[in-house]
Nanobody, 120 residues
């Protein structure tokens, strides 16, 4: 089991920055993939960024060049630094973790979500 607790959301103006945090209940190096998803009203949840095995990253096209995902193993925390925010970034942001066991069983975990609102 992995518990994920997000923080850092809020209201920001266009062009501003926010840093989201996701504190995991175990070492992020024991988690195969950690990532951030978002869901805007009336839309499907979409991938924003992932951190694979604590080191490799991948981003949605909408996030490239503006968002950075990183991990702090000492704090068991993954961050999403969001710069140059746009109104279309407004959504609930969810932390996600994937753990694959030694028998190749996949388990997915989600945080409770944190609201990001970008005002124009």
């Amino acid at each position: 089991q992995v518990q994920l607790v997000e923080s850092g959301g809020g209201l920001v103006q266009v062009g501003g920055s926010l840093r989201l945090s996701c504190a995991a209940s175990k070492s992020i190096f024991s988690i195969n993939v950690m990532g951030w998803y978002r869901q805007a009203p009336g839309k499907q949840r979409e991938l924003v960024a992932v951190l694979i095995s604590g080191k490799n990253t991948n981003y949605a096209d909408s996030a490239k060049g503006r968002f950075t995902i990183s991990g702090d193993s000492a704090k068991n925390t993954v961050y999403l630094q969001m710069n140059s925010l746009k109104p279309e970034d407004t959504a609930v942001y969810y932390c996600h973790a994937v753990v694959i066991s030694g028998t190749n069983m996949r388990s997915d975990y989600w945080g409770q979500g944190t609201q990001v609102t970008v005002s124009s």
